[in-house]
């Protein structure tokens, strides 16, 4: 696909930093944008970041090129307002009023560019905590996530920077959404996504369920389940997850492992006589199940047809089968650090279009990689870029 990318020609310029503004440009980029990522002169400090941050700038930034610029200088400012006179999306994610100390806030900007997209991924949409500032963790807490995903009374985040990851999603998908808008006003606009509002959406489904019902969702390690079996079963060596979600599949799977007697049960006939009957029925079916090996019952249970899972670690899914025959992780090199070097594959964008899977078409660049190719294209000069390196208004990549 990387001759025919949705999102070829389409230029960005990207003021980001850690997740979920690098995100929204990781969406774009991998479906062809030139996603042109403005960074201090030392790099992105993302860059730097130990232990859960370390996997956040290789895994959000590839498909980039890296410009490396002191926005504070004269010089510096001046090379990116050049930019973003022909850009058509801008995104930053820092903290609201520093885009407009620094000269690129919406309002300058859109009068030179009229057409320019400017989305920023924010903590809050406009309201009372709009100013505030907020993290991953903080949206999760407030916004209900965190209940939801602890046992009572321990609010836990969940296990990935879903919400950075969201809000990012959410802000690419405005973004699309305002270029197809300005298909026919030939106007740009400004979009904002947020993490709070993010996480609010995600837990909807919990406010319905208090709307309908009266009740209020339980947290999830506590929940009464829609279905009754639907969890973790352990077997001779290691657990699976099966889940039977309709009348259809528990017939499929009291016919698969020879259970007359329970399919025959009246009290357990239909979906919601297995909910009442749960604690009754779930002992039974742990007790099949510890017949068979994890290996035995999956096979088992794909034949028959049935949801199962492993319950696999991040690491385990480097090796996965089906994401390898899919193109579902794309290659990586490692640019700093202990591994530099090393090639590995990290996780593709989710989409499939026209057949195809979206690649790789610009490694995870170094800091300042582009920063002379970037300017050049622009209508510097070597004479003029190499100034502008002593002086430190900008910042090449070491040979």
């Known amino acids: 696909m990387s001759q025919n990318l949705p999102l070829k020609g389409v230029k960005v310029i990207e003021f980001t930093h850690m997740v979920m503004g690098p995100a929204a440009g990781l969406m774009l980029a991998d479906m062809g944008a030139d996603v042109i990522k403005i960074e201090p002169v030392g790099g992105d400090a993302t860059r730097r970041l130990l232990g859960s941050g370390s996997g956040y700038f290789p895994m959000y930034n590839r498909n980039k090129r890296s410009f490396c610029v002191n926005l504070k200088s004269e010089e510096g400012k ?18 609201p009023g520093t885009m407009d100390r620094l000269g690129f806030g919406y309002d300058d900007l859109s009068k030179s560019n009229p ?20 993290l991953d963790e903080v949206a999760q807490m407030m916004g209900g996530l965190a209940y939801m995903t602890g046992p009572p009374g321990q609010p836990l985040r969940a296990g990935a920077s879903v919400i950075d990851v ?3 999603m959410f802000g690419a998908i405005g973004i699309l959404g305002a270029l197809f808008q300005r298909n026919t006003t030939g106007k740009g606009q400004k979009v904002i996504a947020s993490l709070y509002e993010s996480t609010v959406f995600l837990v909807g489904q919990h406010m319905a369920q208090k709307a309908v019902t009266g009740k209020a969702a339980a ?17 001779k060596d290691e657990p699976v997850f099966v889940g039977v979600v309709s009348d259809k599949q528990w017939g499929l799977l009291c016919d698969s492992f020879g259970l007359d007697d329970l399919k025959n049960d009246p009290e357990l006939q239909t979906n919601n006589d297995r909910v009442i009957a749960k604690e009754r029925l779930v002992p039974l079916i742990q007790d099949v199940f510890m017949n068979y090996t994890k290996a035995a019952l999956m096979e088992k249970l794909e034949q028959t047809g049935l949801p199962f899972a492993p319950i696999a670690k991040p690491e385990d899914l480097f090796e996965d089968e089906h994401l390898n025959a899919s193109e579902g992780l794309v290659p990586f090199t490692v640019v700093d650090g202990e591994f530099k070097g090393e090639t590995v594959k990290l996780p593709a964008l989710p989409i499939e279009m026209d057949g195809e899977r979206f690649g ?36 090449e990549m070491e040979s």
Not at 115 to 134: D, N, Q, V, W
Not at 219 to 233: G, K, L
């Open 219 to 235: 947290p999830m390690p506590a929940r009464v389940s829609a279905w009754a079996i639907y969890q973790v079963f352990q077997t």
């Open 360 to 395: 790789l078409h610009q490694p995870v660049p170094h800091a300042g990689e582009h920063t002379r190719e970037v300017l050049t294209a622009a209508g510097y000069n070597d004479e003029q870029i190499n100034a502008m390196i002593e002086a430190g208004d900008i910042g």
């Open 78 to 95: 001046a090379a990116v307002l050049k930019l973003i006179e022909d850009a058509d999306v801008l995104i930053e994610n820092f903290r």
């Open 166 to 168: 969201t809000g990012g």
């Open 115 to 134: 057409g320019l997209i400017y989305c920023s991924e924010k903590g809050f949409l406009a309201g009372p905590y709009e100013h505030r500032t907020a």
